[in-house]
């Protein structure tokens, strides 16, 4: 297996409303952390790899984000806690 090649793919449950992010080809088993409200991270400790990003409530944020009339798109992400600090 080549080890340079990573995966990512990027998944949204509309009915859930939350944007998936995964670093990893299939489930596995990984520690969820919250690292801003409602944003968590899970990770393999045992590999040091980060497996997925989870971003609950994404359409709302995204929309209370541009309903301000922001800048930018990382000023609404960074406004509306979509990026941790």
Partial sequence: MDKTKSHFSVDYDNEQDILYLSFAKSAQEAIAEE???EVFVRFDPSEKKLVNIE???FRHRIEMAF????ASLKSALNETYLLPE
Avoid: C, F, P, T
């Fill in 55 to 57: 971003i609950l409530n």
């Fill in 35 to 37: 690292i801003s409200d």
């Fill in 67 to 70: 309903e301000k009339g922001r």
